[in-house]
């Protein structure tokens, strides 16, 4: 009897090592969970658009700015003056152009006296009351007028093209001038601020990084035999390595990773690894999980923090 018992005891054990391993390896292998996990935001690095010394830095770093807060001032003096010049360029250019409209009255108004000339003195030539020559004169008055109204005309081409230029350079130093003043184009936080007042700021440098408030999401990294019990709209239960706990959803499914087995070769031809390993990792797919709004803590989420999140069915 005691032996039975014992033959049973370890049946049911063997029985429920095998169903407890079944249950263990589906849901390490299977279930929709994982511990690769990050907290994502999206981060705006500001840059200066002109050149110059930094004249007010009006953020610390960590602080939360609202979008179009003013962040940094560049030295405005240098683009002032700039402004300044291009108003006057604009003056002497319309000027210019006033004196070729004028040109081409007086130059009218002459080709018209010319030809009123010509015309009387073609009707005496008719009558031989004078010369062929003196008719001759008259008509190359006529040419001579009629090549100055041309050139007048030309010219106030061209002076008008010099106060179209002139506009424009006028717009371009005004718009460098607002650039000198830099503002946030979201609401967020500054973070790791490097740049102190009285750095020079080259064109293009970036000046600081301000990471949307707005933008935070959950980043999950599963493993691919996972990826047919993830739908996009499921719901998530995310757990933050420091403690929080709170809810998402399955917002979208990446639709391609690096292949690192098959490198572009020469020509751009595939250049595949010709060595084959026997044990093969499931490739990581990440997944994005949009945090649930009314979340209460949303505000002290913190990016690149780790996060473990299980997708429910």
Do not use: C
Request: proline letters at 3%; glycine letters at 6%; zero cysteines.
């Amino acid at each position: 009897m005691k032996k039975f018992v014992a033959q049973a005891s370890t049946l049911v054990i063997v029985a429920l090592a095998l169903i407890l391993g079944w249950f263990a390896w589906e849901h390490y292998t299977r279930a929709p969970w994982t511990r690769d996990a990050r907290v994502r935001a999206d981060v705006v690095t500001l840059s200066a658009d002109v050149a110059g010394r930094i004249v007010a830095l009006r953020v610390a770093d960590n602080q939360h700015v609202e979008k179009g807060e003013l962040l940094l001032e560049i030295d405005p003096d240098r683009y002032a003056l700039a402004v300044e010049h291009a108003r006057r360029a604009i003056e002497v250019a319309r000027a210019s152009e006033g004196l070729a409209q004028a040109a081409i009255i007086a130059s009218q108004a002459s080709l018209k006296q010319r030809q009123s000339e010509e015309l009387r003195r073609r009707t005496l030539k008719q009558t031989a009351a004078i010369s062929g020559e003196e008719w001759e004169k008259a008509s190359t008055d006529v040419a001579v007028a009629q090549a100055e109204l041309m050139r007048g005309q030309a010219n106030l081409s061209l002076a008008s093209a010099n106060v179209q230029l002139a506009t424009a350079a006028l717009t371009q130093a005004e718009l460098d001038l607002q650039r000198t003043r830099i503002y946030a184009p979201v609401s967020g936080y500054v973070t790791n601020l490097l740049t102190r007042q009285g750095d020079y700021a080259s064109a293009g440098g970036p000046l600081l990084a301000l990471v949307d408030s707005s933008s935070f999401y959950v980043s999950g990294y599963f493993e691919e035999t996972k990826l047919p019990r993830i739908q996009i709209g499921n719901s998530v239960q995310i757990a933050l390595m420091s403690g929080e706990h709170f809810e998402g959803k399955v917002q979208s499914i990446a639709y391609a990773i690096t292949d690192r087995e098959n490198a572009p070769g020469s020509r751009l031809l595939a250049n595949v690894n010709p060595s084959y390993t026997w044990v093969k990792l499931a490739q990581r797919i990440p997944v994005r999980i949009e945090i649930d709004p009314g979340y209460a803590g949303k505000d002290n989420l913190r990016a690149g923090t780790t996060a473990t999140v299980t997708v429910r069915q």
